[in-house]
């Protein structure tokens, strides 16, 4: 029952960001030109690409152990 109820706030919330950016982006007066539009599609891509490409090697870097402890042993003055 709390995980519907938690589905059904989540999804109403989404929904009203989504009509938000629409209402916003419907209301300005000015428009984007053909350059413009280029540019806000490749920064998205841009930057899909690079949180996509950071989060994988985050979990790549966690799987092969990269990330476990590592115990080091300070060697003692005078000795090397």
Known sequence: MAKA???IVL???L?????WAGWVWTS???ELSGDG???LILGVVVSLVVG???M???FRSDRMGYDAN?????PEAGKH
């Open 5 to 7: 109820f938690l589905f």
């Open 11 to 13: 999804g109403a919330v």
């Open 15 to 19: 929904t009203a960001a989504i009509w």
């Open 28 to 30: 300005m007066d000015g």
């Open 37 to 39: 539009n280029i540019a």
């Open 52 to 54: 996509v490409g950071l």
């Open 56 to 58: 994988t090697l985050l």
């Open 70 to 74: 590592v115990e080091y042993e300070v």
